[in-house]
């Protein structure tokens, strides 16, 4: 059974930095994209970076020179350094993980499985 677990999310003030990770389990393959998704109360859910098989990386403006993501495939996790935080990165986040090639990789992508979420929150 194909899963998807996200953590390191918390409080923590502005300006500080926090370490997502997503452990995927249940795939026979490395998958073609992975992502980190955002989704703040009452707002839609955005991606904020992606990451393909061959380690082409794409941010979201908002989050670029402050978030990093990396993957370690020999442990099958995905992170998302987050640095210099702001307010406004309060949210919920999501990792998702498409398996095979359907379009580049990012917004748009159909992702085959999502994470459960974690929070992030913010505070000044």
């Known amino acids: 059974q194909v899963q998807l677990v996200e953590s390191g999310g918390g409080s923590v003030q502005a300006g500080g930095s926090l370490r997502l990770s997503c452990e995927r389990s249940?795939?026979?393959?490395?998958?073609?994209?992975m992502s980190w998704f955002r989704q703040a109360p009452g707002k839609g859910r955005e991606v904020i970076a992606s990451?393909?098989?061959?380690?082409?990386?794409t941010y979201a403006d908002s989050v670029k020179g402050r978030f990093t993501i990396s993957k370690d495939n020999t442990n099958n996790t995905l992170y998302l350094q987050m640095n210099s935080l702001k307010l406004e990165d309060t949210a919920m986040y999501y990792c998702?993980?498409?398996?095979?090639?359907?379009?580049?990789?990012?917004?748009?992508?159909?992702?085959?499985?999502w994470g459960q979420g974690t929070q992030v929150t913010v505070s000044s």
């Open positions: 998702a993980v498409g398996r095979s090639w359907r379009g580049r990789c990012g917004p748009g992508y159909d992702y085959d499985n």
């Open positions: 249940g795939y026979t393959t490395t998958p073609y994209c």
């Open positions: 990451i393909d098989i061959n380690d082409w990386i």
